[in-house]
């Protein structure tokens, strides 16, 4: 009997972490280069928590990886993908991502100007023209 109790144990802790892993992970898109970019929970609870603007933006945000107008890689080896706006907040929004092989990770995302990306990203190098 005890190790029928046991066992019906390890299978709820078996669920409660298939579970957790399911809101870990959100949504993943393939980047322009074919590499898998992960989005997590915790990654978009982040970037909401910080640019509260981007709330309703999550499809906006995996765009932007996968068909960005622009790309860059700054001295950490992070990718800065970039799309022109109309209509919205701000002239651009950037999504930066991390990735090993062909795996990654979304870090955050944010809206900016024209000017301001022109200023930050004028050092780093670009991937893919406009």
């Avoid at 109790?5 to 074919?34: H, P, Q, T, Y």
């Avoid at 979304?106 to 990203?121: D, E, M």
Wanted: hydrophobic content about 40%; glycine content about 4%; aromatic content about 12%.
């Amino acid at each position: 009997m005890e190790n029928d109790v046991s066992c019906l144990d390890w299978a709820s802790f078996k669920i409660v972490a298939a579970e957790s892993l399911l809101r870990l992970r959100l949504m993943s898109v393939r980047a322009f280069d074919g590499a898998r970019i992960l989005l997590t929970e915790e990654r978009w609870k982040h970037i909401v928590l910080r640019h509260p603007e981007l709330e309703n933006k999550l499809f906006l945000v995996l765009d932007v990886v996968a068909n960005p107008d622009e790309v860059y890689v700054d001295q950490a080896g992070a990718f800065h993908a970039s799309k022109r706006l109309h209509g919205e907040v701000s002239d651009y929004i950037v999504v930066v991502y991390c990735k090993e092989n062909e795996e990654g990770y979304i870090r955050t995302a944010f809206y900016t100007s024209y000017r301001r990306k022109a200023r930050r990203y004028r050092q780093f190098k670009k991937l893919k023209p406009s």
